[in-house]
């Protein structure tokens, strides 16, 4: 069923205003509700004010770094959050991930990639906010009793010790959502662990192979970053 993007509000912040300007009739020719703003103040008080359904944040705003702005709106809202980068910088994108970002995508872009962005953390957002009215959490073939505390996959039983469980519980419930490897590891392991990602590349393969994921499918490697836990059926 396909998403009624006249119902969608977008908040866009970015101090391009060139850039700015071409998403904004971009994106409102698609049918989105757009709403823009060029520095971090005015697009934190616009957030609080329109209560958008995604963000669309630029890093390299001049008054305050995106990164910051990310970490002051994740303090009372879970709105999806799209952050544009100027550059690869692996460490930058890590950091917006760290501080809530949703998933990130670097300049120049196409309309057509931003817009499946858009459209796949949306999804996942509805999703999310399913899930966690529920006590079963299905992502694709992958089935989360949490109440049994039992995994299928494909109807097929998967036994898994409690910390394995709990990992994939957590991507689960943020299916879609790009984890860093520090992020998962202080969530599971505490925040002692935040530098032990050899821990977690041993855990993450053997979900792998219990789940019979050996070509990460299901949960996919974001290189240099961390992981993320996909719907296979998509």
Request: include cysteine.
């Amino acid at each position: 069923m396909e998403t009624d993007t006249w119902m969608i509000k977008l908040l866009l912040i970015d101090d391009d205003s060139f850039l700015l300007r071409a998403l904004e009739i971009g994106l409102s020719a698609k049918g989105y509700e757009t709403a823009t703003s060029r520095n971090a103040t005015d697009g934190f008080a616009q957030a609080a004010l329109i209560s958008p359904d995604l963000i669309i944040l630029d890093l390299g705003l001049p008054d305050l770094n995106g990164i910051e702005l990310c970490r002051n709106i994740r303090t009372w809202s879970e709105i999806p959050i799209l952050v544009l980068s100027a550059d690869e910088d692996e460490a930058q994108k890590v950091a917006a991930l760290d501080a809530g970002a949703d998933d990130y995508l670097t300049k120049p872009f196409g309309m057509a990639e931003l817009e499946a962005r858009i459209r796949v953390a949306l999804r996942h957002a509805i999703g999310r906010s399913a899930r966690n009215q529920t006590t079963v959490v299905t992502v694709g073939t992958v089935s989360i009793d949490l109440e049994k505390r039992t995994v299928s996959n494909n109807g097929t039983s998967v036994e898994l010790t409690a910390r394995e469980f709990n990992l994939l519980l957590y991507l689960a419930r943020n299916s879609g959502k790009v984890f860093t490897h520090h992020q998962i590891l202080r969530e599971i392991w505490g925040r002692g662990y935040g530098e032990e990602t050899h821990y977690l590349r041993v855990y993450i393969n053997r979900l792998r192979k219990k789940l019979g994921d050996q070509e990460g499918k299901i949960i996919k490697t974001r290189p240099g970053i961390g992981y993320q836990l996909l719907d296979t059926t998509e």
